[in-house]
């Protein structure tokens, strides 16, 4: 499979459409936003107009959009793949959305004779650029095997969750113990702060002891700790307040459907609900950190 259609190419997308360029892939690129595709092609894409146009000719599509109606009007629309594609490339849908989604657009693409996978990603923008993405997937072995080498052309860490839309669901399941965590980190630091502890001091402390977690260890939220982080750049770029109020909603959505008591997922959606009102809501998620710093 040299030759792919790509279609979506936001913060996430976009390097993930680079790292398969430099893996030799042939690229058709599609994606609303005029200079997202031409930065693309800049890098050796070629620019399609529609993501029907990007899907042809091409041995596998690889989507990479916001939400559950994105990836409904991209697969299942009247001018979708699955009702317009004359050809049968390998499916991979790289969105975050809602497993009952995943696996309702599965089993079209199933009655159409596509094999299909849901592959969504954690590690945030740093490992879509770095290409150390981890893909937690779901459909039959044998699609997986078909689509190692593009997936390994992104990421290090390749997990098969199950069959059609145990991705999504693993994938839901683990951000929502990322907000979790993330708030917790933001709490504590600045809880510390506020009893005249330096962050960093803390941070190291907490490293070495039984608070350690991801979002210390490799995305300190509070400002001036980590120079890599988005704390360090005013919380500009990485995985948006509004894309975890979004995951969070899927998670509730999941509890609710499976009878499942999620009450730190709860508490997680209210605290990133008020910080997104706030005006937060296009700012990485760890400015979280910025709901406990405001005394008013």
Not at 2 to 9: E, S
Not at 92 to 121: H, N, W, Y
Not at 160 to 176: L, T
Not at 237 to 257: R, S
Request: with cysteine.
């Amino acid at each position: 499979m040299k030759t792919i259609g790509f279609i979506g190419l936001g913060h996430m997308g976009g390097p993930m459409a680079h790292n398969l360029l430099k893996a030799g892939f042939e690229l058709r690129v599609f994606d609303l936003v005029k200079d997202a595709v031409s930065a693309a092609e800049k890098a050796g894409a070629t620019a399609c107009s529609s993501a029907l146009e990007a899907a042809h000719g091409v041995d596998a599509v690889v989507t990479m959009l916001p939400a559950s109606e994105h990836s409904e009007a991209v697969y299942l629309g009247e001018n979708g793949l699955l009702n317009q594609l004359s050809e049968r490339p390998l499916l991979i849908d790289c969105s975050t959305i809602a497993p009952e989604t995943s696996r309702r657009i599965a089993a079209e693409a199933s009655k159409k004779g596509f094999a299909m996978l849901d592959a969504p990603v954690s590690g945030g923008t740093a490992g879509a650029t770095a290409g150390t993405l981890t893909f937690i997937i779901g459909g039959a072995p044998q699609d997986l095997e078909k689509a190692q080498p593009i997936l390994s052309a992104m990421g290090k860490n390749l997990f098969h969750a199950g069959d059609h839309g145990a991705g999504q669901a693993a994938k839901i399941c683990n951000n929502m113990l990322l907000a979790v965590h993330m708030i917790g980190t933001a709490e504590a630091l600045q809880l510390g702060v506020n009893l005249g502890l330096d962050p960093k001091v803390l941070s190291d402390i907490m490293l070495k002891s039984s608070g350690r977690n991801w979002s210390l260890e490799l995305y300190n939220p509070y400002p001036g700790v980590m120079e890599n982080a988005p704390a360090g750049r005013e919380y500009e770029g990485g995985f948006a307040v509004n894309l975890m109020n979004k995951d969070l909603g899927l998670a509730l959505e999941a509890a609710i459907q499976s009878r499942s008591s999620t009450p730190m997922g709860g508490l997680a959606k209210s605290l990133y609900q008020a910080h997104s009102k706030q005006g937060s809501g296009l700012l990485d998620f760890s400015s979280i950190q910025k709901l406990f710093a405001d005394k008013t």
